[in-house]
C-alpha cells in the first residue's frame, strides 16, 4: 500500500487523518451541524447540565466562540438554556430529544464509515489502532 503523506511526522499525520475522517462524517450527515455544535451535544449527552462557560473550557474554544455555537444549536431546537442558581451571567445547556436522536443518527454514520474503513484494512489493524489509541501516552 503506497504512503500518502511520506514526510509527516506522526502529530500531522494523525491530524490529516482526523480531518479527514471529519470531513467524511460531514459529508454523510449532509453538514446540518458543524464540528464544533456536534462535540458539544456530545459531551452534553454524557454530562448535562452543564453552563455555558464550562462548554467552552471543555472544548477549547473562546466565549465568543461558545456562544455562537449555542446560538446554532438553540435555533435547531438540539439544546435548551436555563438560567445557573450559581452565577446570573451564565446559563445551564441541556440537551433536547432532537439532540439525541441526531447524536444517535450521527452515530450509525460513523459506525457505517468505520466497517468501510475495516473492510479496506481489516478488523486485527482496525483493532490494533483503537488499542493504541485507548491507551494513555499523552500527559
Do not use: C, F
Not at 504512503?3 to 511526522?9: F, S
Not at 462535540?39 to 473550557?57: A, D, K, N, V, Y
Amino acid at each position: 500500500m503506497e504512503n500518502i503523506y511520506p514526510d509527516l511526522n506522526l502529530i500531522d499525520l494523525i491530524s490529516e487523518k482526523h480531518l479527514a475522517l471529519r470531513k467524511a462524517v460531514g459529508e454523510l450527515d449532509g453538514n446540518r451541524l458543524n464540528k464544533t455544535e456536534t462535540h458539544i451535544l456530545s459531551i452534553l449527552e454524557r454530562q448535562e447540565p452543564m453552563s455555558i462557560s464550562e462548554i467552552g473550557r471543555r472544548i477549547h474554544i473562546s466565549r465568543q466562540g461558545t456562544h455562537k455555537s449555542i446560538q446554532g444549536l438553540l435555533a435547531q431546537n438540539m439544546i435548551t438554556t436555563t438560567d445557573t442558581k450559581e452565577n446570573q451571567r451564565d446559563r445551564n445547556v441541556t440537551i433536547t430529544q432532537k439532540g439525541r436522536d441526531y447524536n444517535r443518527q450521527l452515530l450509525e454514520m460513523k459506525l457505517e464509515l468505520e466497517q468501510q474503513i475495516v473492510l479496506r484494512l481489516g478488523e486485527e489493524k482496525i483493532a490494533a489502532i483503537k488499542s493504541i489509541l485507548n491507551e494513555e501516552w499523552l500527559e
